[in-house]
């Protein structure tokens, strides 16, 4: 049950989850506004989904993160124009976060490959965290937040100190 005294977290949570229902899914818990991925105030992200493709929510993912300041790497298996990489093994440099909005099929995967990287942050979306995402992120240790970027507020980042 979600109660709505509990603030503005608690009717976001609603929202993310009517939005989640509406669609036929039910998300498996639902997280707070900053929760354990953006609470640690990644910097660099990768998106991965049809990122390419103006009509998907995972362009408009990559471009919410890019205006809260983060860098975003694209990343489509979709893509054959060799505009964005296909996989994260091909990102060039270090990656904090992946943002995972793509088919559960897909997923486990881009998780395995995250893994790989030493990347210890994963954002899933609603929809991508089907099948064995979920069960496969746990084994792998990664630490893992569910929700749309889209309507969570995104923390500001603290000042870099070099």
Not at 7 to 32: C, F, K, N, Q, Y
Not at 84 to 108: F, Q, R
Not at 114 to 140: C, H, M, S
Request: charged share 20%.
């Amino acid at each position: 049950s979600i109660s709505l005294l509990a603030g503005p977290a608690s009717l976001l949570d609603l929202l993310i989850w009517a939005e989640s229902g509406a669609r036929g899914r039910r998300m498996s818990h639902v997280t707070s506004p900053t929760g354990p991925v953006l609470g640690a105030h990644p910097r660099r992200w990768a998106v991965v989904g049809d990122v390419l493709n103006q009509n998907k929510p995972a362009f408009d993912v990559a471009a919410r993160l890019e205006a809260c300041g983060r860098h975003v790497a694209r990343v489509s298996p979709y893509c054959k124009s060799g505009e964005v990489a296909t996989s994260l093994e091909a990102v060039p440099g270090e990656i904090d976060a992946v943002n995972l909005i793509i088919s559960p099929k897909l997923g486990v995967d881009v998780l395995e490959a995250a893994a790989a990287r030493g990347i210890k942050y994963v954002f899933i979306q609603p929809g991508a965290d089907g099948g064995e995402v979920l069960p496969r992120a746990a084994a792998l240790g990664l630490t893992v937040q569910q929700g749309c970027v889209l309507v969570t507020p995104l923390p500001p980042l603290p000042l870099k100190s070099d």
